[in-house]
């Protein structure tokens, strides 16, 4: 028996259909573009983890299984220390730019009227807008304890000079300096904007009822805010563990291995040594970190808010 | 009958003198047109001739020698048009010394003819040699005179020719020549209140020639940077390269392990282990660190410009420096106030040894440029290396390497640097590494730890050198070109 087709009902699934064909359409360059220049490469790095592949050696890739990273988790090159200082430098700095970017971002939105506001802004914001390869390019001269300003300075005050970059004591911390001078005004922005979020009329609610600044800082702007500042957190987060055009310019990793976070190392058997399979599975340990990371992070953040609802 | 006999006479005088003029107008057309018919025929002769080519050169960023090559290159360009009759245009890349290998690399590994000839450094001969990315030149240099060229010394063809060491393949040509001088100020030296305290001090006169410092040991050179070192005005008695960028510490570390009978591998073996980490080379560290105390704050991070800096800015008394940045080691607020003389002996009595580093590099050529390119790229070797251009290299302040323009008269004479680099350049008194595939590698390895001991971050230069022998044997060994790891390794750390 031929199926009898509902002409009524029939004119809204031809509409959905060709819908569906539409963002088809609009999505494919999409897409397209995240198959090309995404998801190719990640398999590509990902095939490449489990072979043996110098670029120089002129031998076609050799398929070594799990033995790139093997060699990894075995602390080959020093994985576990470069990671331990990129955590440090993840933790030290971002916690150092949201507290400093919170405290300025609050101190500029409740001077509203403050004259030239916009131009503090707006030279507070010049950091985050440079190339780092040219801030770590002048901070190396900055530090320089021949002729770098800094030193100057130090002397002039009567202290000896201290070789900020050469000193294992000190070179870290020195980049540390510079990636906060850098991103502390990424979280300013970051905390205008969650100020922003806030309805006015809480605020002005809790201003009315006199809530010491502590109770509204948590229970107005906190609640609100909270979200575009844990954004902003990891977002640096993200940005900070992959930091290599920062330190390349001013200490390439040293002193010895001072600075030598993980993206320098993975710069360094990439495309210095050409390792492509030791450095493809040194890539595939730092995403899976990364993911982690992200996904920790993004679960905290979903937890607060479930429990808030 | 006499008449005729007269006549016959002078018509057979008339005839000759003809004769000669016609040989004469011939001779004259010929000799005239000589240029022009040898021209024709030499443009006839090369296949490009008539044709426009455009020439990549792949340099060095802020190297001098490096861009002196580019700097001349318009020469070849008329050389060109009047030798072979095609025009020909160049282009320039360039990148620092530490990124050089990376840009050259990314490009050759594509295939690409993107740079026709490359400044490369002499120990990346292997690694560009190896993957088949540039030409070997020996049947080359073979089928063109004016590429067999006598060579000053050995270590040149050692150095910026040939790989793998020993053998007798040859894959660049010298581009520039270079060796580690010392520079000193000569007007200092020349103060004769300087003189007098120097005598006081240590009972010998203040070593001011030329030879008085061929002969100098580091021992007797501590007591004139000693001197020299004077904290409270700013001034210091030397210089220099501690710094872990490219191979900066490196190459000034090498001269104080292989002048005291150190050594840093077995290249036929690949072994490192045992060799590199010998009790003699972590002296050689110690000695290398204790001179730190001479030099300006900030050494640690002396490399090549820092050198440069703080000599022209009269922060220091002398540097040990590549010959090849000379020019730049002498501003003109200098001229005539620095004297070059070669570095110091290590060690003490007969046993003293001078062995330096080489430094220089080779020209290369791309292994995939089309035939057009790659006849222009053997052109203009040739014409690198003819005597006159070799002269103007010199005359520019590059360092030629071949015998002829090494050996001339004047050559000592046209850059105060000349004679200690030509002296440095001979056998025996420098010497280069490896030329190994796997030398950025074993290099970046080595910088980091070097630079950990240097900078105090590792104390134990044996702990140091244990971790980079085990290191560096163990890349070796992934490679196929060394016996694996003792069991010692393991424990290394740095």
Redesign the interface.
Known sequence: MAAVTDPIAAAPRRRADSHRGLVFILLAPVLAFFVVFNTIPLLWLLGLSFHNFSLTSGMPPEFVGFQNYYQLWLGRNNFWGDLSRTFTFVAVGVTIQTLLGVGLGLLFWGSRTMPGRRIALTLLFAPMVLTPVATGTFFRFIYDPNFGVLNQMIQGLGLPMVDFLGSPATAYWAVLAVDCWMWTPFMILMTLAALGSVPKAELEAAEIDRLPFRKRFTLVILHHGKFILMLGILLRVIDSFKTLDLIIPMTKGGPGQQTRLVAVELNKQAFESFNMGFSSAYAVYLLLVSIAMTSVFIFVLNLRRRRGS | MARSTLISARNQLIMPRRRLLKGAAAFGAATLGAPFINRLHAQEAHPLAGQTIEMSILGIAGWLPSSLGVQMSPMFAEFAKERYGYDVSFTFAEAPF?DL??KA??SL?TRSQEFNIIISDSQWLG??A???WIVQLNDIIAQNPELQVEWYSPIVVDTYMKYPDGSDQLWGLPQEGDTIALFLRQDMLDDPAEQQAFQEAHGMPLPRTFEEYENLTMADFEKVAAHFTRPDQNLYGTAMQYS??YDFVSCYLYPFMWSQGGDIWNPDTGEVVGILNSDINATAMQQMKDWLKYQ??????FGIAEEV??FTQG?VFSAFQWAAVGLSMIPESLQGKVLVVPPPKHGTGDSAGRIYTMGGQPWVLNAFNDDAHMRVGIDFLKWWYQPETAVEFARRGGNPADAATLNSPDFDTINPWNRAYKYMLTDGRSRDFWHH??Y??ML?LQQ??F????????EDAKAVLDYIACGQQQILA??GNAPMVPDMCYST??
């Open positions: 530490a290998f990376q690399a990314t590994a690694a560009l190896q993957p088949g872990r960028v300006p704050p900030g050494a640690t991070n800096d703080v922060r595939p796997k950025a590698e970046a980091e730890g630079s950990a001991f240097m900078t105090g971050q590792n992934d490679a750390s740095l």
